[in-house]
């Protein structure tokens, strides 16, 4: 995974659009989160685009006027997994930090199937 670089208004932004179940106009965005204004969020549009971590998905009339809807290219998965892995070592620690943490016997069980399946596939690889 490659580095992923947002400032705090693009990731204010990203939130947006990953938390949306359509895409939106860049007037729907301050909307949706009123800390943000629309000047900064077409300045941010206008960045996240040439990231390619947004795309155009398509035009449609808001109201009268024909606008760009966006919507996320890069998942909030990936986002965080590349922020995780910027620290040595950190997969062990999260990890450990995680199942100490969990109180749900089925998501110990779903933890350790997905190592099973990463250790399973590993393995093949090697072959």
Do not use: C
């Amino acid at each position: 995974m490659s580095k992923v670089k947002l400032s705090a208004r693009e990731l204010d932004i990203m939130t947006v659009l990953w938390n949306s179940t359509k895409p939106l106009a860049a007037t729907d965005i301050p909307k949706a989160d009123p800390s943000l204004n629309v000047n900064t969020v077409l300045s941010s549009i206008k960045n996240l685009l040439k990231k390619s971590y947004i795309e155009v998905a398509d035009i449609v009339y808001h109201g009268t006027v024909l606008t760009r809807t966006f919507r996320p290219v890069l998942t909030q998965e990936e986002y965080l997994s590349s922020q995780f892995f910027r620290f040595p070592d950190a997969s062990v620690q999260f990890m450990a930090s995680l199942v100490k943490a969990e109180q749900s016997d089925e998501n110990l069980l779903l933890m350790e199937k997905l190592i099973k399946d990463k250790r399973k596939e590993l393995q093949e690889k090697g072959k």
